[in-house]
């Protein structure tokens, strides 16, 4: 299902209300004009409103000339008709006309207060324009536009003002983050250089000038254009947290990633004396026991080895402006003994200036683009609102530094199919019993607020072994 982009198009009073009892108040000539000119284009246009808004255009010129008729309503009857099309919801409308995109110039939202608070509401990653004629007087309108919850948008040239009123056309100031991912999957696609590697699938590969940054101070970024599965994130990341190297403790509780990567014929292949399921010295031995001699995933190792994270966290509170927040789990003397090496191998924290705010910078020497990257941008960004709680800071910046970013010959098909969907919003985070969290061992499973994540559907593809 892809959803069409579209612009709004909107009359205002001075305290944004749009109607007043089922009609517009200022009967101004000049906005009709202006919104059948723009509405009309090259008579290739879609028009999007609702039952209210269509009836009431007079009866005389409607359906609108020139232009495609889209009606959200879920039980308006009309007779059929080759220039409207009737849907019982705006995201049915949204992906109806996006179906038959080609067929049009543009697309436009008019109304009412129903359907422009829903577009505000959810669907503003969709809108590439806002075109608002705003009226100098306010006319008692009983509706209006969420004009106050729009955000991201600026100006895109100097405002037309009359007497009565001012035009004004706004673009998106901000691009989704998502943008980024996307656009480096299609890069990848196109121009990666074919290359093979250690699984015998191959790759599409770009080495060096991947970076993405995501701003993270009021959101999470969890990939849109297809669903991603963040508990198992969660799981993960509180498991690296915890130290341990025993991937049947994640298999047991769900997270399957780890398995194929510790079986006892890889292990044995690789000439590792390692049992089934056990990962080496990896990511959480690094994190928490760097050092430390490895003796397989059911050793001990209380207070043997550097404690990393424990000591990043005290330098963060004790020495804020540092430039030594570091994290690192590429330890070369204990990289061979490692069944898969670990690819996020360095992580540097940064706190602001005024030490109100903390970034998180992550180098990944190797980024599986379609399977892999999406759980290391959300497992990072998790870490980095961690970190930010305990050390009373606010979260404010990820940045993804990947060094081989490729994409496997098996996963093309996939990848095609998640660069023809449009991102949605990212989701919001916060922290339950956020008082009772203290220290990073503080932290479970049920701290974690996720909300808001609307994904498209999943896109199943295998991991390369």
Known sequence: MSLCPFSIIVAIDANNGISKKGSQPWNSPDV?????????????????????TYESIPE????????????????????EHPEISIYPSLLEALAGVGANLHQYDDVFIAGGEQLYNEVVKKFMYLCKKILVTKFKSDYTCDQHFLWDDVKDYTLAADPIKTRDYSRYTFIPGVIHDEHQYLKILNEIKDFGEAKADITGTGTRSLFGGVRMVFDIRD??????????????????????????????ILSKD????????????????????????????????????????????????????????????KGIRDDPLSRKHIL?????SQIDETPLPPCEVLVQFNVSGDKRYLDCQVYQRSGDMFLGVPFNITSYALLTYMIAHITNLKPRRLIHVIGDAHIYNNHGEAVKRQLN??????????LREA???HEIDDFTFNSFIIEGYNPWPPIAADMAI
């Open 421 to 430: 969907r449009t991102p949605r919003p990212f989701p919001t985070f916060s």
């Open 60 to 79: 005389d010129r409607r359906p609108l000339q020139g232009r495609r008729c889209v009606v959200v309503s879920r039980t308006w009857k009309q007779e």
């Open 435 to 437: 008082t009772r969290i």
């Open 254 to 313: 769900g997270v399957k990633i780890w398995d194929a990567h510790t079986t006892k014929k890889k292990q044995e292949d690789l000439g590792l004396p390692w049992n089934e399921s056990d990962m080496g010295p990896n990511y959480g031995h690094q994190w928490r026991h760097y050092g430390a001699e490895y003796i397989g995933c059911h050793e001990n190792y209380t207070s043997k080895g550097i404690d990393q994270l424990t000591k990043l966290i």
């Open 219 to 248: 959101r999470i970024p969890i990939i849109t254009t297809k669903k991603v599965a963040y508990d198992q994130i969660i799981k993960e990341l509180l498991f690296f947290i915890s130290g341990r190297t025993d991937a049947s």
């Open 32 to 52: 009709g004009k202006f919104f059948r000119e723009t509405t009309m284009g090259k008579g290739k246009n879609v028009v999007i409103m609702g039952r209210i």
């Open 328 to 332: 690192t789990s590429w330890n070369p």
